[in-house]
């Protein structure tokens, strides 16, 4: 393993599952954040590939495509690898060995009422049928955060049940193994002596970006989702993001632009609100869409234009990354050497804490096939 010194500055952790690449939603709930934060902050990012198999145990080839195509965006969004660490969650074996830990920690009915969950079941039409691994992956995403002891967390708004659960995950650990007094306030955990910080989520510019389909079962509008076929991704050329534009759902009881429109609900018109930068535009067009004095067609042409100058730069630097392959790989597994001495770190000091500690151990690696 390459020697690594720990940064004193304090720490991020996030991630993303290699279910797919990296859409408009990520951008505006996650990345952009990320991406700002890199010299404030010791980034870590995760690519949770053990979660990927919760909804995909039969397409391991596809999840190894995305863990490359989830790096490629990272890249090319503009995450620097000589400021910031990316990883692959299977090869941090102190994750699961933290997370079965966690699991004593978590009471099953408190796991089983986290709204998350709900939804993701409901959404992604699992039924029935998901498996116990399914059901785990919440406690996996409290070790993935706590193996790196982060002071802040950057997610969608989707996250914040999980980040709520590895916040009493934090406490409960201080307190019972760390003696840290159940009266301290969240932010003081670690000076009173706490293994674990109380971490704090950070949400992006939007909350929950909505997909560019109409509702879900559920009648609200889906987030945009990588599993969900509603997404714009950040590597999607003009004609695809012309062509998802174009087809994308707006006000369903609008059949001519001299109806009166609906603007609110309306992925269109999010979609200008979050990504236009010409406000007035944005103002005006609203206020002729209620009055029935502008088409859809138009909007949706101007949202194209939009849409393209955010995403073409990010996707030719993808494109660069794309023909090598080997050297996003390198990256990865660079990172993932300074994540597993960092989360070894943690699971030291966790088993020392729970008088587990009998003997020491230090990982090494080659770099595989
Ligand atoms: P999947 O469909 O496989 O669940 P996803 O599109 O939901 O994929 P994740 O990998 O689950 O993406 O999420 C990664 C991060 O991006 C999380 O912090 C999540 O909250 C955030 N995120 C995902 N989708 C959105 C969205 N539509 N709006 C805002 N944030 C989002
Ligand atoms: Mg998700």
């Keep these: 393993m390459t020697s690594t010194t720990v940064s004193s500055r304090p ?15 990520h951008w505006v709930g996650s990345l952009e954040n990320r991406v700002k934060l890199q010299d404030e902050f010791d980034c870590y990012f995760i690519i949770a590939n053990v979660h990927a ?11 190894r495509e995305s863990v490359l195509e989830i790096a490629a965006d990272y890249l090319a969004a503009g995450i620097d690898p000589a400021k910031s660490t990316i990883f692959i969650q299977s090869e941090v074996p102190a994750i699961a060995e933290l997370a079965f830990f966690f699991a004593m920690l978590v009471p099953f ?73 159940p ?54 050329d003009s004609d695809t993001i012309r062509k998802k534009v174009m087809g994308m759902y707006t006000d369903p009881n609008r ?21 236009n930068p010409d406000k007035n535009w944005v103002a005006e067009a609203q206020e002729k869409y209620r009055a029935g004095a502008i088409g859809d067609v138009e909007c949706k042409k101007k949202l194209v234009e939009v849409l393209v ?10 494109a660069l990354y794309e023909k090598d392959p080997g050297a996003i790989l390198a990256i990865l597994r660079a990172g993932t050497a300074r994540a597993n001495a960092l989360a070894e770190e943690t699971l030291r000091l966790a088993k020392a804490a729970m008088k587990q500690d009998y003997l020491s151990r230090r990982l090494s690696f080659s770099a595989g096939s």
């Design 109 to 181: 009915p408190r796991l089983m009422r986290n709204p998350t969950l709900k939804d993701e079941i409901r959404d992604k039409k699992l039924g029935d049928n998901y498996s116990f691994g399914f059901l785990l992956y919440p406690i996996g995403q409290i070790a993935d955060i706590l193996a790196f002891r982060p002071e802040l967390v950057p997610v969608g708004e989707d996250q914040l049940a999980h980040l709520e659960l590895t916040r009493e995950v934090a406490r409960r650990f201080d307190q019972m193994y760390c003696d840290v007094n």
């Design 309 to 318: 100058a955010l995403i073409e730069p990010v996707r030719l630097r993808r």
């Design 11 to 25: 720490r991020i952790l996030t991630g993303d599952t290699p279910t797919g690449r990296l859409h408009l939603g």
């Design 53 to 63: 198999f919760t909804t995909r145990v039969e397409k391991p080839a596809e999840i």
């Design 255 to 275: 059949k001519r632009a001299t109806d009166p429109g609906r603007t609110e609900n309306n992925p269109l018109w999010i979609f200008h609100e979050t990504f």
């Design 183 to 236: 009266q301290t306030p969240d932010e003081d955990y670690v000076k009173a002596g706490g293994l674990f910080p109380v971490i704090q989520p950070k949400l992006g510019r939007v909350h929950r970006l909505v997909g560019t389909g109409g509702p879900g079962e559920s009648g609200q509008l889906l987030k945009m989702s990588k599993s969900l076929n509603n997404a714009i991704f950040l590597s999607d």
